[in-house]
């Protein structure tokens, strides 16, 4: 039976990753070129960092079940809104404490999660994510015992997939899912997000896109060709869209805005004390 996807509206504590469609004729033709970019697709990914489960470590690419969940538990934590750092931090210490599977975190029970949460400096929302994550894991164990994979496969097309994840529990809006299906696009081919709204300003800003190009799918579109362009695989692709997510969490320094064409205008300085997700906007 197929589970229709929902795309209700997003936690109160994400941004919805979901661009509105506007209306004809404030949408750029296709053939309009973009101001020249600032740096080339694979510049930016050297200067900015490549995927966030490379640096944490995990190899998606590899298909692996186990590998897999890693990634997800990672975007379940990156969804709040709390700093990279913090989410980063708070994955090592499930890491540390072998919680890196559905069975392991559902046998932890809500204390010990709590505990862990918080050792990661995840203080803020310690009590709501364990039980998020509790709900989230059963859930996993109960239908699809465990196995992400299995979830995949059994989707008809994209969207359904993206409803039968959005299903594994509420906690699961459209920054946990964007996030966490990006990085997978590569790997699994019902992994098909849309560009966060944080991606298409940066690539905006980059000059990737015309700014007079707004509607999400026909931004992707022009990134994946500039990625193409620049030597890329749809394979890697996920390393493009997560540099313009870093690029977009960063903030320029007045005296260092983007000139002509080189990459030695790129300012990747951040704001001290600054709250930030990994793609909150």
């Given at each position: ?191 098909a997000p849309l ?14 896109v015309p700014r ?64 930030r997700g990994v793609?909150?906007?």
């Open positions: 039976m197929k589970i229709a996807a929902k795309r209700g509206a997003p936690d109160t504590a994400q941004v919805s990753a979901v661009v509105r469609k506007p209306e004809p004729s404030a949408v750029a033709p296709e053939s309009e070129p973009a101001s020249k970019p600032a740096t080339s697709p694979r510049g930016l990914v050297e200067r900015t960092g490549s995927m966030y489960s490379n640096q944490l470590g995990i190899k998606i690419a590899t298909g692996e079940p186990g590998e897999t969940f890693k990634w997800f538990l990672a975007a379940l934590l990156f969804g709040a809104r709390i700093s990279e750092s913090v989410a980063m931090r708070t994955w090592r210490e499930f890491e540390k404490a072998e919680l890196l599977t559905p069975k392991k975190i559902v046998e932890a029970g809500w204390d010990r999660l709590v505990k862990v949460l918080d050792g990661g400096g995840y203080a803020r929302y310690d009590f709501k994510t364990a039980t998020k994550l509790l709900d989230v894991c059963g859930a996993l164990q109960d239908r699809y015992k465990g196995d992400l994979n299995a979830l995949h496969a059994e989707a008809s097309d994209e969207a359904n997939f993206e409803g039968r994840l959005r299903e594994l529990g509420k906690g699961i809006g459209d920054l946990t899912a964007n996030i966490f299906l990006r990085e997978m696009r590569g790997t699994w081919s019902k992994a560009p966060s709204p944080r991606v298409i300003e940066a690539a905006h800003e980059l000059g990737y007079t190009m707004r509607t999400a799918d026909s931004v992707m579109r022009r990134l994946q060709a500039a990625w193409r362009k620049d030597g890329g695989s749809p394979e890697n692709f996920p390393e493009f869209e997560a540099a313009l997510v870093r690029f977009g969490g960063q903030r320029r320094k007045p005296s260092t805005a983007l000139k002509g064409t080189g990459t030695k205008g790129l300012a990747l300085a951040t704001t001290p004390g600054k709250r793609d909150p906007k």
